[in-house]
């Protein structure tokens, strides 16, 4: 496709698997969007192919009530799977958003990916539940040199982010606020664990109000300010957070 708002639009399909498709949409919004309670799609050792756009509408993947904005909350998607895939181009590479703390996009995995030429994020996640972000690959793959995210999860709850691989992002490697936070489940418990993270920019990794978070066996390099940063504040504690034998460096002076 050339231009239009999606190569692939699952507008409430359920079900449905791709294994090993090529699609792409240069000077479009998505490769692949999805919305409308759109449920149990699987993307397996796809190529899916955005521009070298700089434009803050367009994601390769996205989940969002919107044909003009990938951040558009609303029930867009659940059981959703993203595997062994080229994720290449836009200013997003992958986007999910859930409607609110209250209802959250559930059952998302997204494993073994390899991200290029993205733009701003490589993977962004807004108001999700039982989500694996799980072996991807982000090595000098972001054009924005200096403001990128290579993850950015908030309000994300059940969460395992292991084993990724990311080099040469501008801000921030990781971005992880209010997991189990707000109308969690009972129980809710989220790992960050055995990731290989470096940031060019002010944060290697950064907790913005965690609860019930594991950190473990990170090695983090990060750039101008902190290695990590973890924040939060009386009035709404931030508890039960456990950080084991990580590797934490800061370039820079201070």
């Not at 044909?67 to 998607?77: E, F, K, L, M, Q």
């Not at 494993?111 to 991807?136: C, H, L, P, V, W």
Request: charged share 10%; proline share 1%.
């Amino acid at each position: 496709a050339n231009s239009q708002v999606a190569a692939m639009d699952f507008d409430g399909a359920e079900y449905v698997t791709f294994n090993g498709v090529y699609a792409s949409n240069t000077g479009g919004m998505y490769v692949v969007w999805m919305h409308n309670g759109a449920k149990g799609l699987t993307f397996d050792d796809c190529m899916a192919v955005g521009s070298a756009t700089t434009t803050s509408t367009s994601a390769v993947f996205g989940a969002s009530g919107s044909a003009t904005s990938p951040t558009t909350y609303g029930n867009n998607v659940s059981d959703l799977t993203i595997s062994n895939c080229d994720v290449i181009g836009n200013y997003y590479g992958i986007v999910v958003n859930g409607i609110s703390t209250s209802s959250k996009a559930r059952n998302i995995s997204i494993m073994d990916n390899k991200f290029e030429d993205t733009y701003y994020y490589g993977i962004r996640t807004y108001y999700a539940d039982s989500i694996k972000i799980e072996n991807n690959e982000m090595i000098n793959s972001f054009r924005n040199t200096a403001n990128s995210y290579a993850i950015y999860s908030y309000y994300t709850d059940n969460a395992s982010i292991m084993g990724n691989e990311v080099y040469g992002v501008g801000y921030s490697a990781l971005m992880f606020g209010y997991s189990n936070y707000s109308n969690a489940t009972a129980g809710s418990y989220s790992i960050v664990a055995n990731n290989m993270l470096q940031s060019n920019g002010t944060y290697g990794m950064y907790f913005y109000y965690p609860n019930n978070v594991d950190m473990f066996h990170n090695s983090v390099q990060g750039g101008t300010t902190y290695g990590v940063y973890l924040t939060g504040i009386a009035s709404t504690a931030t508890q039960n957070i456990d950080v084991r034998n990580n590797i934490i460096v800061k370039d820079g002076t201070g």
